[in-house]
């Protein structure tokens, strides 16, 4: 069985789509591809994926609206392209559960580092998500409860307290799981980057305040002000309530 990841692009340019696939078959990656949403939603539905590559501009429904449908059903990673480079376009893109972003005309080696960074840091949330499974009830157990909260580690499922099914997109998951590990403790960004990202993310990556901000309006009652994450002024975030394993 071909164990190499498979990638999805998702793109109506007929030319980068066959630049890209060539490209990445070279590197040993599996590829697919689709020009749309539908043709998207059909090959998640044919094949499992481990990552798509998501352009912002397709016709009938964007970029931005199939990530957003795609976060409410799948942790699959997302790497969103755009023309668009301006700051506050990628932080859209991440509000709407990209994991990162690169901007158009750009080069495919670099678009081949960051699949490779963010299967990754994905690859890497999955073994301590494992481990964590493994180690019975001793603080590092698969099932964390918080605040009424329940977060299956090995699962990668969040549930309500009142048993509600909450999906997470793999940042906002990392995230979490970095902060139920890390409870009632002061953690800076370039520590929550660590922990949650790996050193594959930048010195200062606004994608953690922006997971941050989805992960509040998730589970806590009012987002504006929150209970549960709560910033420290020129220290970083703090995960309130208290952990329990098992």
Same mark, same amino acid.
């Given at each position: 069985?071909? %164990?190499?990841?498979?990638?999805? *692009? /998702? ?6 789509? +066959? ?11 599996? #590829? ?13 539905? +044919? =094949?499992?994926?481990?990552? *798509?590559?998501?352009?912002? !501009? ?6 931005? %609206? ?9 942790? *699959?990673?997302?790497?969103m392209l755009t023309a !668009? ?7 859209? @893109? ?5 994991? $990162? ?24 949330? $999955? ?10 009830? $001793?603080?590092?157990?698969? /099932?964390?409860?918080?605040? @009424? ?13 009142? @048993? #509600?099914?909450?999906?997470l997109s793999a940042g ?23 922990? %949650? =990202? @790996? ?9 953690? $305040?922006?997971? #941050? ?10 987002? =504006? ?17 208290? #952990?329990?394993?098992?």
């Amino acid at each position: 069985m071909d %164990a190499s990841p498979h990638l999805l *692009i /998702v793109d109506d340019d007929r030319e980068i789509r +066959d630049l890209l696939s060539r490209f990445l078959h070279k590197l040993g990656f599996r #590829v697919s591809l689709a020009v749309d949403g539908r043709e998207m939603r059909k090959a998640l539905e +044919d =094949r499992a994926i481990d990552l *798509i590559v998501l352009d912002l !501009m397709l016709p009938a429904e964007d970029g931005l %609206a199939l990530c957003r449908r795609l976060r409410a059903e799948s942790s *699959i990673p997302v790497i969103m392209l755009t023309a !668009m480079g301006e700051e506050i376009d990628r932080i859209v @893109g991440l509000e709407m559960g990209a994991d $990162d972003y690169l901007t158009k005309p750009f080069n495919p080696r670099e678009l081949a580092a960051r699949i490779r960074a963010v299967l990754r840091r994905s690859r890497a949330n $999955d073994a301590r998500t494992a481990a964590g499974s493994s180690s019975g009830g $001793d603080g590092t157990g698969s /099932v964390v409860r918080f605040a @009424g909260w329940c977060l299956d580690l090995s699962k990668r499922e969040l549930n309500s307290p009142e @048993g #509600v099914l909450v999906p997470l997109s793999a940042g906002e998951f990392a995230l979490l799981a970095t902060f139920v590990q890390h409870p009632q403790r002061v953690l800076s960004r370039d520590q929550l980057l660590d922990f %949650a =990202r @790996g050193r594959d993310a930048q010195p200062f990556d606004r994608a953690i $305040d922006v997971q #941050v901000s989805r992960l509040r309006r998730k589970i806590d009652d009012d987002p =504006r002000e929150p209970v549960l994450i709560k910033t420290v002024r020129g220290g970083g975030y703090l995960f309130a309530p208290q #952990v329990e394993y098992g």
